[in-house]
């Protein structure tokens, strides 16, 4: 049973936070798809992270089995899975949906070790949303690209000041908008990337509390680029 807590990773509250600003000023196999493995090399990137092709397409147990494998280890539900260089792997649901954002932080609840387990793909049709920090990269946008996996889910990309946002698609057709700040470094620090699926778009959380769905998130951003 999850407890109800105050969100405490300050990663993800900027990470929407960043998402609203910009949008503060804008009025196994499913249907046929392929079936993702553990083994598909889009799973793992250059640098051994692992990627968003994995965060969305593998359901929990094979996720939790290639997190292991990658030697990501338990650190607890305020932080999820860690590995060396910063890499991550974290998630949160909200227990309710709302018009109000403070409101909806203040019912986050980070998933327990069991919880990552049981997860659909991408966490299916429940509202989740995932931390994915990967190591190895100098810039946001290189971290974007090398740690997506599968460049072939990207369905369409634009550019809010220095964050990058991306609409891509899962092999079972749900779609997830992705985001990471364009940041510069020497590489040796992880760079963060957000993945928001349907559910945890139509809390409100992303919009300001206005419990709109994917395309009109997208179509608000995209006039925001």
Same mark, same amino acid.
């Given at each position: 049973?999850?407890?109800?807590?105050?969100?405490?990773?300050?990663?993800?509250?900027?990470?929407?936070?960043?998402?609203?600003?910009?949008?503060? /000023?804008?009025?196994?196999?499913?249907?046929?798809?392929?079936?993702?493995?553990?083994?598909?090399?889009?799973? =793992?990137?250059?640098?051994?992270?692992?990627?968003?092709?994995?965060?969305?397409?593998?359901? /929990?147990?094979?996720?939790?089995?290639?997190?292991?494998?990658?030697?990501?280890?338990?650190?607890?539900?305020? =932080? +999820?899975?860690?590995?060396?260089?910063?890499?991550?792997?974290?998630?949160?649901?909200?227990?309710? =949906?709302?018009?109000? =954002?403070?409101?909806?932080?203040? %019912?986050?609840?980070?998933?327990?070790? *069991?919880?990552?387990?049981?997860?659909?793909?991408? +966490?299916?049709?429940?509202?989740?949303?995932?931390?994915? *920090?990967?190591? /190895?990269?100098?810039?946001?946008?290189?971290?974007?690209?090398?740690?997506?996996?599968?460049?072939?889910?990207?369905?369409?990309?634009?550019?809010?000041?220095?964050?990058?946002?991306?609409?891509?698609?899962?092999?079972?057709?749900?779609?997830?908008?992705?985001?990471?700040?364009?940041?510069?470094?020497?590489?040796? *620090?992880?760079?963060?990337?957000?993945?928001?699926?349907?559910?945890?778009?139509?809390?409100?959380?992303? %919009?300001?509390?206005?419990?709109?769905?994917?395309?009109?998130?997208?179509?608000?951003?995209?006039?925001?680029?």
């Amino acid at each position: 049973m999850m407890n109800e807590m105050t969100m405490s990773r300050a990663a993800f509250v900027a990470g929407a936070g960043a998402a609203a600003c910009a949008l503060a /000023g804008c009025s196994g196999t499913t249907g046929g798809a392929k079936a993702a493995s553990t083994a598909d090399a889009a799973c =793992v990137d250059d640098n051994a992270n692992v990627t968003v092709y994995a965060a969305i397409n593998l359901a /929990g147990a094979d996720l939790v089995r290639l997190l292991k494998h990658q030697n990501y280890e338990w650190q607890g539900e305020n =932080v +999820g899975y860690g590995a060396v260089d910063d890499a991550g792997f974290f998630a949160f649901t909200f227990s309710k =949906v709302s018009d109000d =954002v403070d409101e909806l932080a203040n %019912s986050a609840i980070p998933l327990s070790e *069991s919880e990552y387990e049981e997860l659909e793909p991408g +966490g299916g049709d429940e509202n989740i949303a995932i931390l994915l *920090s990967v190591g /190895g990269y100098t810039k946001g946008e290189r971290a974007l690209i090398g740690a997506i996996g599968d460049a072939a889910m990207v369905q369409e990309k634009c550019t809010i000041d220095d964050t990058q946002y991306w609409l891509v698609k899962a092999l079972d057709g749900h779609r997830y908008v992705i985001m990471a700040d364009d940041t510069e470094d020497d590489g040796d *620090s992880a760079h963060d990337i957000y993945i928001y699926n349907e559910a945890f778009i139509r809390t409100g959380y992303l %919009s300001g509390g206005d419990q709109i769905d994917i395309d009109e998130l997208w179509s608000r951003l995209a006039n925001a680029s």
